[in-house]
């Protein structure tokens, strides 16, 4: 059964940086994109960074870009996302989720995502 858990939110002050982790088991973690993803009260869950399952590839979403960073350790069977300046916007549950096919040579579609973590609350504050 696969199971991903996500790990490192809080409640950091804007300009503020965490560091989100999501530790995967269940199978073959190196051979499947990951994703991050993120829903605020009321509004719907957005993608805010993925990776395919090599790394050759990584998208940010454009409110992201530039202060966000998705790496994945397949030794330690872990996505991260690093979350730099961050901003009151920011403020979220963020998900990770895994690919449902395996070596995919482009990111999986939204519905693509099978496997999904429990989410982890980030508030950045004023």
């Known amino acids: 059964q696969v199971r991903l858990v996500e790990s490192g939110g809080g409640l950091v002050q804007a300009g503020g940086a965490l560091r989100l982790s999501c530790a995967a088991s269940?199978?073959?973690?190196?051979?499947?994109?990951m994703g991050w993803f993120r829903q605020a009260p009321g509004k719907e869950r957005e993608i805010v960074a993925a990776i395919t399952w090599t790394g050759a590839l990584i998208y940010y979403a454009d409110s992201v870009k530039g202060r966000f960073t998705i790496s994945r350790d397949n030794a330690k069977n872990t996505v991260y996302l690093q979350m730099n300046s961050l901003k009151i916007e920011d403020t979220a549950v963020y998900y990770c989720?895994?690919?449902?096919?395996?070596?995919?040579?482009?990111?999986?579609?939204?519905?693509?995502?099978?496997?999904w973590g429990q989410g982890t609350q980030v508030t950045v504050s004023s």
């Open positions: 269940g199978r073959i973690f190196s051979n499947y994109a």
């Open positions: 989720a895994s690919d449902r096919a395996p070596r995919r040579s482009r990111f999986p579609t939204r519905n693509e995502y099978e496997f």
